[in-house]
């Protein structure tokens, strides 16, 4: 494999400057996330969509991230994938969910450990009784489980996936169920991913004031299984005309599923360096994700020119990621 410094000599296709949103530019976050502010007033901290984060106002969040005195999974982090694929959503309407886009969130989240996304985590921190434990670059592989069980009845309305819907809570209690069937645990050294197959929604709650596709593309947040954080993420299914910038490029011939991946890729950084909410955000509330969100830096020609990362052999196209050092985006860590 070539240097770095040559890939960047000569093999770089194009700049993502995709739509309005230039490479290296630090976006803010969503405005009802600023203003509740940063965890929504749900414990969990959202990813908008394409038309949320251009509806806001110039960048006025050019960051750094500050420490606010809370963990960060520093030991590493384990991916666990839960796929929810019933038979029909709650609307009697089909639903699906490919072996493909399966296997791209799974490579995607596993593949992650040990590779430059991750590395750019490791300048960040948790400090107890003034000692400072860095995040470390490790994990193991993911692990995933596919639930063909029903959707609990729709518990909420979203515009976009009408009849199909759940709240956070109804989330959780599938994570609980999964995590009781699996004899998995929790703690900070664990992340779990909900991906919801198409057609099915989402909202906070009933009163349906901030939903998937309209406020937000996926969100992570966190709950306590007993004393034990349990850490998630909420993935809804891939969707190009609200959580992807037109015109991005797949490199795994699967546009939703890499729609999907980069989601997921975005909660999981901001899980590890944010897991409880209370570590690494900046003064106006955005984390090391949001101000990154949709900027992909720089394209490659390993496959043509449609990826921006290639770990373990396999191509994708994930957002960069912040860098308090470089005080800017990045697609590798220092």
Known sequence: MESLGK?????????????????????????????????NG????????????????????PGPLVYNGGPVMQGGATPYLIFWVPAKLQNGKATTMSAHYQTVEKNMLGDYVAHGLYNNSTQYYQQVKGAKSYIQNKGTAAISTVDTDPFPASGCTDADTPGACITDTQLQAEIKKVMALKKWTGGLSKMFFVFTSSGEGSCFDSTSSSCAYT???????????????????????????????????????????????????????????????????TAQGNEIGDLCAYDYGLFYNWDGGNANQMWNGRFYMLQTEYDNNQLGCVQVGP
Do not use: M
């Open 7 to 39: 890939i960047l000599a000569s093999s770089i296709v194009a700049v993502a400057t995709i739509g309005s949103l230039s490479s290296g530019a630090a976006l803010a976050q969503d405005e009802s996330t600023k203003l509740t502010p940063h965890n």
């Open 42 to 61: 749900y414990n969990v901290h959202v990813f908008p969509t394409v038309t949320r984060k251009g509806a806001l106002p110039p960048q006025t969040d």
């Open 215 to 281: 406020a937000y593309c996926a969100y992570h947040g966190y709950f306590l299984s007993g004393t034990t954080p349990v850490v998630y993420a909420n993935e809804p299914y891939g969707d190009l005309n609200n959580c992807q910038v037109a015109g991005t490029p797949s490199p795994n011939s699967d546009p939703v599923a890499d729609a999907a991946a980069t989601s997921a890729s975005h909660e999981f950084t901001e899980a590890i360096t944010d897991p409880e909410l209370n570590a690494w955000f």
